[in-house]
């Protein structure tokens, strides 16, 4: 794997327990996309683009960590359709970033740059800057995330009046934390510090901008330790030359490093590096954190924070883990069974259906795709590829499963199902007949009419073509009706012995099924 920038020993120690790792860091761009090709991880934090460009010459990229919580710097939809997985560690900051957000309007409020400055002048103006009291303030927070409310929890502490903005976020949590939900627009007006927690995306790019500045108090202070473009420097470098605000404090901007930022000459203002997650405690935690995740991915666990793949607890990832391998083996052993691969339904029945499904919907897809296309298929990417191909699935969910705890079942024009037993995947379920044969690497599937002798004229041909039977079960409808027949095979039928197991009498229809 690759290490493309700095990462705290800690991260680094975790990573090279278990894989080679390569460090990296201040490649230029043709280095780094020359370095890419052959290593299936990528780390980074903020600084490196990883864009279309990156992910199509990572084409043994397996999985794509963020040390930190932001992924902007990452192109996503590009490393979801290459099936990629894209991890951050978004719990590793948090405290850094609330206390840091502290900082600076705790710096506004009493002027803290301004003084400092004047004394190492030889200065001595006490009165100049005589700044002003948190306590009993109204300190609005756009964005109760993680950080947002760590930062409600610490400014309670300071008895400020907490009032939030955030559409994801219910009243009963904001209420647990001491914020009283609003409109964003109540918020802008009546609070007398704004600070900003969201990330940039379309939605909150520009989110504070000339007509949001304009609804807030003259003397109010507002605080971005988020993302640079989620206020707009222009506008806000207006509002403070024309004395429309009390001050501002940014820790993140457009461009970094800001050379061009109009911030840069406004007044009133505190201005950091890039600051929010700098502390040596944060720095270790999101290094970690950011190389558990690779690791999962790498070793084939869900990873508890992926970006792009279902986010599933550790109880869900428990429960659907011994079923995962059987959803894509139903998805493989379905698209060389049926006849078509449209109006397909993911039947998830007995104790598996009070979980998540689409895990399960997504590993059977894989299994289905994996026989149409060469595109690498997995969890990630499984639901982009099949509408790229014109394959839709549906879940439905039962509590019952019959005579097992769970099953699963791939329908559409035909049936094949499956359940977990003692840890082992078994095929139950095929085109409406009972079976029960653990899958395996080479089997074979007839439909014949229930004779005397035809499952001994089968094996004879196999044996001519010394091909051994390992497992086989028949499944009928009833005495002498029609009859279905799968074989476990240790070697790969010739097509010649096929072609003679169809020609006998009783044979209705043969499929050889390849598992892998």
């Known amino acids: 794997m690759i290490v493309a920038e700095s990462l705290a020993p800690e991260g680094l120690e975790l990573l090279r327990a278990h894989h080679e790792v390569d460090v990296l860091t201040g490649l230029s761009r043709r280095e780094l996309l020359a370095a890419l090709p052959g290593h299936e991880a990528l780390l980074v934090r903020s600084a490196v683009q990883v864009d279309a460009e990156a992910v199509a010459a990572g084409s043994d990229l397996i999985v794509i960590g963020r040390a930190g919580v932001g992924i902007d710097n990452i192109d996503l939809v590009a490393a979801t359709r290459a099936g990629i997985t894209v991890?951050?560690?978004?719990?590793?900051?948090?405290?850094?970033?609330?206390?840091?957000?502290?900082?600076?309007?705790?710096?506004?409020?009493?002027?803290?740059?301004?003084?400092?400055?004047?004394?190492?002048?030889?200065?001595?103006?006490?009165?100049?800057?005589?700044?002003?009291?948190?306590?009993?303030?109204?300190?609005?927070?756009?964005?109760?995330?993680?950080?947002?409310?760590?930062?409600?929890?610490?400014?309670?502490?300071?008895?400020?009046?907490?009032?939030?903005?955030?559409?994801?976020?219910?009243?009963?949590?904001?209420?647990?934390?001491?914020?009283?939900?609003?409109?964003?627009?109540?918020?802008?007006?009546?609070?007398?510090?704004?600070?900003?927690?969201?990330p940039l995306t379309r939605s909150t790019r520009g989110l504070i901008g000339a007509a949001q500045l304009a609804m807030m108090r003259p003397d109010a202070m507002l605080i971005n330790v988020a993302r640079g473009g989620v206020?707009?420097?222009?506008?806000?470098?207006?509002?403070?030359?024309?004395?429309?605000?009390?001050?501002?404090?940014?820790?993140?901007?457009?461009?970094?490093?800001?050379?061009?930022?109009?911030?840069?000459?406004?007044?009133?203002?505190?201005?950091?590096?890039?600051l929010g997650a700098s502390t040596t405690e944060a720095q270790t935690r999101v290094a970690v954190e950011a190389a558990e995740q690779v690791l999962d991915v790498l070793a084939g666990r869900p990873a508890r924070y992926a970006v792009n793949a279902p986010l599933l607890t550790p109880e869900t990832a428990g429960?659907?883990?011994?079923?995962?391998?059987?959803?894509?083996?139903?998805?493989?052993?379905?698209?060389?069974?049926?006849?078509?691969?449209?109006?397909?339904?993911?039947?998830?029945?007995?104790?598996?259906?009070?979980?998540?499904?689409s895990p399960l919907a997504a590993a059977a897809l894989g299994g289905l795709l994996e026989t149409v296309t060469e595109e690498r298929v997995n969890l990630v990417n499984a639901s982009h590829v099949a509408k790229a191909h014109g394959i839709s699935m549906v879940e439905r969910k039962d509590p019952e499963a019959g005579r097992y705890a769970s099953m699963l079942t791939?329908?559409?024009?035909?049936?094949?199902?499956?359940?977990?037993?003692?840890?082992?995947?078994?095929?139950?379920?095929?085109?409406?007949y009972w079976v029960d044969i653990p899958p395996a690497p080479q089997m074979l599937v007839t439909r014949h009419q229930d004779r005397p002798g035809t499952m001994g004229s089968i094996g004879r041909i196999l044996g001519e073509a010394d091909v051994n039977i390992s497992a086989m079960h028949l499944g009928r409808a009833g005495l002498r009706a029609d009859a279905i027949m799968i074989l476990a095979l240790d070697e790969s039928v010739p097509l010649e012995a096929a072609a003679r197991i169809r020609e006998q009498a009783a044979v209705l229809d043969l499929w050889l099924v390849r598992l892998e």
């Open 410 to 432: 791939l329908s559409g024009s035909t049936a094949v199902g499956g359940t977990v037993s003692a840890g082992e995947s078994r095929l139950v379920r095929l085109d409406g």
């Open 87 to 198: 991890v951050n560690a978004p719990t590793g900051n948090t405290i850094a970033a609330a206390e840091h957000t502290l900082a600076l309007l705790l710096a506004l409020a009493r002027r803290v740059p301004s003084a400092d400055a004047s004394l190492r002048r030889g200065e001595w103006r006490r009165s100049a800057f005589t700044g002003s009291e948190l306590r009993g303030r109204t300190l609005g927070i756009i964005g109760l995330g993680k950080i947002g409310m760590a930062l409600a929890d610490r400014a309670r502490g300071l008895e400020m009046v907490l009032v939030g903005h955030d559409p994801y976020v219910t009243e009963e949590l904001a209420t647990h934390h001491g914020v009283r939900l609003v409109a964003l627009d109540e918020l802008l007006r009546n609070a007398h510090a704004v600070t900003v927690h969201v």
């Open 231 to 274: 206020i707009e420097e222009d506008a806000l470098a207006a509002a403070l030359h024309a004395g429309r605000l009390g001050g501002a404090a940014v820790d993140v901007f457009v461009n970094e490093p800001p050379v061009d930022s109009p911030l840069l000459g406004a007044p009133d203002t505190v201005l950091t590096p890039h």
């Open 319 to 357: 429960a659907l883990a011994p079923y995962l391998p059987l959803a894509r083996t139903l998805g493989q052993f379905y698209a060389q069974f049926a006849p078509d691969l449209e109006g397909l339904t993911l039947e998830v029945a007995g104790e598996l259906a009070a979980y998540d499904a």
